[in-house]
């Protein structure tokens, strides 16, 4: 292995690994933003309408409802390395988080809660490429369908969400 990755390297091993599960996947962990680096991994979250992540640094932020959770496919962060906390989002899933797979206004039932995939795209930054690398930050931006970033979501009806819990389409 050893070195750097590049762009092309990044995109090779994502072509030929096994692709995301469409339609239903797993949680597979999820993080609660403390502070800028600061996370926890619980086992078990509550999400409401209202705060988003219960816990989560988006609720004492500007609340763009646009961007109050966020999900990322767990292939993807296991393939750029580090923890999986890392990137930072509310949820890594084990899902196509695709804009084929899942348009705009898609309803997803994540453990107990019901969220709607949002138009705002969550692209990666200064943060991101400081955590992962300038090639790794053009590879998940240059593919933006695929959102290899991840996606925001708003919360539509709140609920208990814990690791390994479903997370299935329920209204494309």
Known sequence: MGGVLTVEDFETRWTSADPAPRGSGS????????????HETPE????????????????QGKRDLD????????????????????PGDNFQVDLDLSEEALPVGTKLRLGKALLEVSPAPHT??????????????KWVNDNRDRRLRGMNCRVLEG???????PIVVVEN
């Open 27 to 38: 949680v597979r962990l999820i993080c609660v933003r403390l502070g800028d680096g600061i």
């Open 44 to 59: 078990r979250a509550d999400v409401t309408v209202d705060d988003g992540l219960v816990g989560d640094r988006w609720a």
């Open 67 to 86: 961007a109050q959770i966020t999900l990322m496919n767990v292939r993807v962060t296991e393939l750029i390395g580090g923890p999986l906390d890392l």
């Open 124 to 137: 990666g930054c200064k943060t991101f490429r400081e955590r992962f690398g300038l090639d790794a930050l």
């Open 159 to 165: 609920g208990a969400v814990a690791v390994s819990d």
